[in-house]
Protein backbone atom coordinates (compact mmCIF):
# COMPACT_ATOMS: atom_id res chain seq x y z
CA UNK A 1 0.00 0.00 0.00
CA UNK A 2 1.21 3.59 -1.08
CA UNK A 3 2.90 5.62 2.11
CA UNK A 4 2.00 9.22 2.02
CA UNK A 5 5.05 9.84 4.34
CA UNK A 6 7.09 9.20 1.05
CA UNK A 7 5.28 12.68 -0.56
CA UNK A 8 6.60 14.32 2.80
CA UNK A 9 10.19 12.77 2.28
CA UNK A 10 10.07 13.51 -1.54
CA UNK A 11 9.33 17.60 -1.28
CA UNK A 12 12.03 17.68 2.12
CA UNK A 13 14.48 16.31 -0.20
CA UNK A 14 13.31 18.32 -3.00
CA UNK A 15 14.68 21.07 -1.51
CA UNK A 16 17.46 20.02 1.17
CA UNK A 17 19.40 18.61 -2.55
CA UNK A 18 19.44 22.18 -4.14
CA UNK A 19 22.36 23.74 -3.97
CA UNK A 20 21.08 27.07 -4.53
CA UNK A 21 18.60 27.06 -1.65
CA UNK A 22 21.69 25.57 0.85
CA UNK A 23 23.30 28.46 -0.14
CA UNK A 24 20.60 30.88 0.77
CA UNK A 25 19.21 28.74 3.68
CA UNK A 26 22.29 27.46 5.56
CA UNK A 27 21.03 26.23 8.14
CA UNK A 28 19.30 22.94 6.22
CA UNK A 29 15.65 22.15 5.86
CA UNK A 30 13.22 20.75 8.21
CA UNK A 31 10.09 19.21 9.36
CA UNK A 32 7.56 20.93 11.41
CA UNK A 33 10.31 22.40 13.72
CA UNK A 34 14.11 23.73 13.36
CA UNK A 35 16.51 22.52 15.74
CA UNK A 36 17.06 25.61 18.29
CA UNK A 37 20.27 27.47 17.75
CA UNK A 38 19.31 27.93 13.72
CA UNK A 39 18.54 30.83 11.95
CA UNK A 40 18.10 30.39 8.34
CA UNK A 41 16.21 27.54 7.11
CA UNK A 42 13.07 26.06 5.39
CA UNK A 43 10.33 24.42 7.26
CA UNK A 44 7.99 21.94 5.99
CA UNK A 45 4.72 20.86 7.11
CA UNK A 46 1.55 19.25 6.38
CA UNK A 47 -1.44 21.56 6.70
CA UNK A 48 -4.28 18.83 5.17
CA UNK A 49 -4.50 15.99 3.32
CA UNK A 50 -7.74 14.26 1.83
CA UNK A 51 -8.62 10.77 -0.06
CA UNK A 52 -10.64 10.81 -3.12
CA UNK A 53 -12.21 6.76 -3.21
CA UNK A 54 -12.99 5.12 -6.39
CA UNK A 55 -15.08 1.95 -6.11
CA UNK A 56 -11.72 -0.25 -6.40
CA UNK A 57 -9.68 2.15 -3.58
CA UNK A 58 -8.11 5.30 -3.41
CA UNK A 59 -7.92 7.71 -6.51
CA UNK A 60 -6.16 10.17 -5.92
CA UNK A 61 -4.63 11.70 -2.72
CA UNK A 62 -4.79 15.72 -2.10
CA UNK A 63 -1.77 17.09 -0.08
CA UNK A 64 -1.37 20.58 1.21
CA UNK A 65 1.88 21.34 2.76
CA UNK A 66 3.36 24.76 4.11
CA UNK A 67 6.84 25.19 2.83
CA UNK A 68 8.12 28.70 4.03
CA UNK A 69 11.87 29.87 4.12
CA UNK A 70 12.69 31.49 8.02
CA UNK A 71 15.39 33.91 8.75
CA UNK A 72 16.16 35.42 11.79
CA UNK A 73 16.77 39.14 10.25
CA UNK A 74 15.51 42.56 10.20
CA UNK A 75 15.13 42.51 6.22
CA UNK A 76 13.78 40.27 4.01
CA UNK A 77 16.20 40.33 1.42
CA UNK A 78 17.02 37.07 1.74
CA UNK A 79 13.57 34.67 2.62
CA UNK A 80 12.01 36.69 -0.97
CA UNK A 81 15.30 34.87 -2.97
CA UNK A 82 14.79 31.64 -0.70
CA UNK A 83 10.87 31.47 -1.75
CA UNK A 84 11.12 32.34 -4.84
CA UNK A 85 13.93 29.12 -5.18
CA UNK A 86 11.39 27.13 -2.96
CA UNK A 87 8.80 28.20 -6.35
CA UNK A 88 10.95 27.05 -8.73
CA UNK A 89 11.74 23.81 -6.76
CA UNK A 90 7.86 22.48 -6.32
CA UNK A 91 5.97 24.28 -8.72
CA UNK A 92 4.77 22.58 -11.62
CA UNK A 93 7.92 20.09 -11.38
CA UNK A 94 7.48 16.35 -11.21
CA UNK A 95 8.27 14.95 -7.68
CA UNK A 96 9.57 11.37 -7.00
CA UNK A 97 7.12 9.50 -5.26
CA UNK A 98 7.59 5.69 -3.89
CA UNK A 99 3.94 3.88 -4.21
CA UNK A 100 2.68 7.11 -6.32
CA UNK A 101 2.30 8.81 -9.57
CA UNK A 102 3.04 12.41 -9.35
CA UNK A 103 -0.21 14.37 -10.69
CA UNK A 104 0.79 18.12 -9.90
CA UNK A 105 1.84 20.85 -7.82
CA UNK A 106 1.08 24.15 -7.42
CA UNK A 107 1.23 27.12 -5.09
CA UNK A 108 -2.13 28.02 -3.52
CA UNK A 109 -1.17 30.56 -1.40
CA UNK A 110 1.20 33.22 -0.90
CA UNK A 111 2.64 33.32 3.14
CA UNK A 112 4.57 36.69 4.18
CA UNK A 113 5.27 37.66 7.49
CA UNK A 114 7.41 39.00 10.01
CA UNK A 115 7.77 37.78 13.67
CA UNK A 116 8.59 39.35 16.75
CA UNK A 117 11.28 36.68 18.40
CA UNK A 118 9.57 35.40 21.64
CA UNK A 119 12.50 36.14 23.86
CA UNK A 120 14.33 39.47 22.94
CA UNK A 121 11.52 41.93 21.57
CA UNK A 122 14.49 43.36 19.86
CA UNK A 123 15.16 40.32 17.03
CA UNK A 124 12.66 39.85 13.73
CA UNK A 125 12.14 36.44 12.14
CA UNK A 126 11.24 36.55 8.67
CA UNK A 127 8.64 33.75 7.12
CA UNK A 128 8.20 33.77 3.51
CA UNK A 129 7.20 31.04 1.24
CA UNK A 130 3.52 29.38 0.20
CA UNK A 131 0.89 26.90 0.90
CA UNK A 132 1.57 24.07 -1.61
CA UNK A 133 -0.97 21.55 -3.24
CA UNK A 134 0.02 18.35 -4.65
CA UNK A 135 -1.77 15.37 -6.09
CA UNK A 136 -1.47 11.93 -6.00
CA UNK A 137 -2.15 8.71 -7.74
CA UNK A 138 -1.41 5.62 -6.07
CA UNK A 139 -0.15 3.34 -8.22
CA UNK A 140 -2.25 0.33 -7.23
CA UNK A 141 -5.54 2.23 -7.70
CA UNK A 142 -6.92 -0.46 -8.68
CA UNK A 143 -6.48 -2.45 -6.14
CA UNK A 144 -8.85 -2.47 -3.19
CA UNK A 145 -7.36 -0.47 0.02
CA UNK A 146 -7.39 -2.40 3.06
CA UNK A 147 -9.65 -5.55 3.56
CA UNK A 148 -12.59 -6.11 1.12
CA UNK B 1 -30.32 -7.44 7.02
CA UNK B 2 -27.76 -5.64 6.79
CA UNK B 3 -27.24 -2.44 5.12
CA UNK B 4 -24.47 -1.49 2.94
CA UNK B 5 -21.49 0.95 2.11
CA UNK B 6 -21.12 2.18 -1.54
CA UNK B 7 -17.83 2.11 -1.40
CA UNK B 8 -17.69 -1.03 -2.31
CA UNK B 9 -19.89 -0.08 -5.68
CA UNK B 10 -18.94 -1.72 -9.15
CA UNK B 11 -19.72 -0.90 -12.77
CA UNK B 12 -19.21 -4.20 -14.98
CA UNK B 13 -19.65 -3.81 -19.09
CA UNK B 14 -19.38 -6.15 -22.02
CA UNK B 15 -18.86 -4.01 -25.03
CA UNK B 16 -20.42 -6.86 -27.51
CA UNK B 17 -23.57 -6.97 -25.75
CA UNK B 18 -23.83 -10.41 -25.53
CA UNK B 19 -23.72 -10.52 -21.38
CA UNK B 20 -19.93 -11.99 -21.18
CA UNK B 21 -17.59 -11.93 -20.17
CA UNK B 22 -17.68 -8.57 -17.97
CA UNK B 23 -15.25 -6.57 -17.45
CA UNK B 24 -15.13 -4.10 -14.01
CA UNK B 25 -15.02 -0.21 -15.75
CA UNK B 26 -12.42 1.19 -13.51
CA UNK B 27 -11.66 4.47 -11.87
CA UNK B 28 -15.53 5.10 -11.39
CA UNK B 29 -17.10 6.21 -8.23
CA UNK B 30 -20.96 6.41 -8.70
CA UNK B 31 -23.63 4.99 -10.04
CA UNK B 32 -27.26 5.44 -10.16
CA UNK B 33 -30.37 3.35 -11.71
CA UNK B 34 -34.02 4.44 -11.77
CA UNK B 35 -36.91 2.24 -12.52
CA UNK B 36 -39.43 4.67 -12.23
CA UNK B 37 -42.66 3.39 -13.96
CA UNK B 38 -45.47 5.36 -15.84
CA UNK B 39 -48.76 5.92 -14.81
CA UNK B 40 -51.91 6.99 -16.37
CA UNK B 41 -54.42 9.10 -13.86
CA UNK B 42 -58.13 6.87 -14.80
CA UNK B 43 -59.99 8.71 -12.15
CA UNK B 44 -63.49 8.46 -12.36
CA UNK B 45 -67.00 10.10 -11.21
CA UNK B 46 -67.76 8.54 -7.84
CA UNK B 47 -64.37 7.98 -6.69
CA UNK B 48 -63.08 9.36 -3.19
CA UNK B 49 -59.23 9.81 -4.67
CA UNK B 50 -57.67 9.92 -8.24
CA UNK B 51 -56.44 6.68 -9.13
CA UNK B 52 -53.70 5.43 -11.35
CA UNK B 53 -52.26 2.81 -13.45
CA UNK B 54 -49.39 1.85 -13.98
CA UNK B 55 -47.19 0.94 -16.70
CA UNK B 56 -43.59 -0.42 -17.59
CA UNK B 57 -40.85 0.46 -15.62
CA UNK B 58 -38.02 3.15 -17.77
CA UNK B 59 -34.89 1.38 -16.74
CA UNK B 60 -32.12 4.14 -16.94
CA UNK B 61 -29.25 5.75 -15.09
CA UNK B 62 -26.30 8.00 -14.45
CA UNK B 63 -22.65 6.59 -13.89
CA UNK B 64 -19.27 9.06 -12.78
CA UNK B 65 -15.94 8.84 -11.76
CA UNK B 66 -12.38 10.10 -13.26
CA UNK B 67 -11.19 9.70 -16.60
CA UNK B 68 -8.81 7.04 -17.13
CA UNK B 69 -6.83 6.28 -20.63
CA UNK B 70 -5.92 3.37 -19.07
CA UNK B 71 -2.14 4.33 -20.18
CA UNK B 72 -0.04 2.32 -17.33
CA UNK B 73 -3.07 1.48 -15.93
CA UNK B 74 -3.08 -2.28 -14.70
CA UNK B 75 -7.58 -2.95 -15.38
CA UNK B 76 -6.94 -1.31 -19.15
CA UNK B 77 -9.04 1.89 -17.72
CA UNK B 78 -12.58 3.50 -18.75
CA UNK B 79 -12.10 4.52 -22.23
CA UNK B 80 -13.83 1.72 -23.32
CA UNK B 81 -17.23 3.83 -21.76
CA UNK B 82 -16.43 6.37 -24.56
CA UNK B 83 -15.94 3.76 -26.91
CA UNK B 84 -19.42 2.30 -26.38
CA UNK B 85 -21.54 5.93 -26.09
CA UNK B 86 -20.25 6.57 -29.50
CA UNK B 87 -20.50 3.21 -31.40
CA UNK B 88 -23.78 1.60 -32.34
CA UNK B 89 -24.13 -1.56 -30.42
CA UNK B 90 -25.98 -1.67 -27.21
CA UNK B 91 -23.66 -2.71 -24.54
CA UNK B 92 -24.26 -5.10 -21.40
CA UNK B 93 -24.22 -3.26 -18.34
CA UNK B 94 -24.41 -4.97 -14.61
CA UNK B 95 -24.26 -2.70 -11.68
CA UNK B 96 -23.43 -4.19 -8.28
CA UNK B 97 -24.28 -1.96 -5.43
CA UNK B 98 -21.56 -3.86 -3.33
CA UNK B 99 -18.92 -6.46 -4.42
CA UNK B 100 -18.99 -7.58 -0.89
CA UNK B 101 -22.30 -9.42 -1.74
CA UNK B 102 -21.72 -10.02 -5.51
CA UNK B 103 -25.09 -12.40 -5.63
CA UNK B 104 -27.28 -8.53 -5.63
CA UNK B 105 -26.86 -6.36 -8.94
CA UNK B 106 -29.08 -5.13 -11.94
CA UNK B 107 -28.42 -6.03 -15.18
CA UNK B 108 -29.01 -5.74 -18.94
CA UNK B 109 -28.71 -4.16 -22.07
CA UNK B 110 -28.21 -0.42 -22.54
CA UNK B 111 -26.87 2.78 -25.05
CA UNK B 112 -24.72 5.02 -23.26
CA UNK B 113 -23.79 9.05 -23.65
CA UNK B 114 -20.70 10.47 -21.84
CA UNK B 115 -19.54 13.33 -21.25
CA UNK B 116 -16.04 14.52 -19.51
CA UNK B 117 -15.27 17.57 -17.46
CA UNK B 118 -11.69 19.18 -17.49
CA UNK B 119 -11.00 21.90 -14.77
CA UNK B 120 -7.64 23.58 -13.80
CA UNK B 121 -8.82 22.75 -10.62
CA UNK B 122 -9.33 19.10 -10.08
CA UNK B 123 -8.68 15.90 -11.67
CA UNK B 124 -10.06 15.03 -15.30
CA UNK B 125 -13.96 13.51 -14.54
CA UNK B 126 -16.01 11.68 -16.76
CA UNK B 127 -20.02 11.12 -16.34
CA UNK B 128 -22.54 9.42 -18.30
CA UNK B 129 -25.98 8.46 -18.99
CA UNK B 130 -27.72 5.24 -20.44
CA UNK B 131 -30.82 4.25 -21.51
CA UNK B 132 -32.64 0.02 -21.66
CA UNK B 133 -32.20 -1.24 -24.81
CA UNK B 134 -33.54 -4.49 -23.75
CA UNK B 135 -35.17 -6.29 -20.97
CA UNK B 136 -33.36 -5.55 -17.32
CA UNK B 137 -33.57 -8.00 -14.54
CA UNK B 138 -32.48 -7.72 -10.98
CA UNK B 139 -30.88 -10.76 -8.97
Same mark, same amino acid.
Given at each position: ?????????? !????????? $????????????????? #?????? !????? !???????????????????????????? #????????????????????????? $????????????? $????????? !??????? #???????????????? #??? | ???????????????????????????????????????????????????????????????????????????????????????????????????????????????????????????????????????????
Amino acid at each position: MADASELDAA !IVTALANDA $TLAGLLPDGVFWDIAPS #GKTRFA !IVSLT !IHEDEYLFEGRAFERATYLVKAVDQNVS #GAIVKVAAERIEELLQDVTLVVTGY $THMLTRRIERIRY $TEVDEVNAD !IRWQHRG #GRYEVYLSPEASGSPV #GSP | MARMHGSKGSVEMDSAGVGSPMAVIASLNQWTLSMARDRAEVTAFGDTNKQYVQGLPDIKGTFAGFYDPGAGSPDEGNAVLFDAAEGTVAVTLKLIPSTLDPTKYWTGLAYLDTAIDVSANGAVSLSGSFVAAGDWQRF
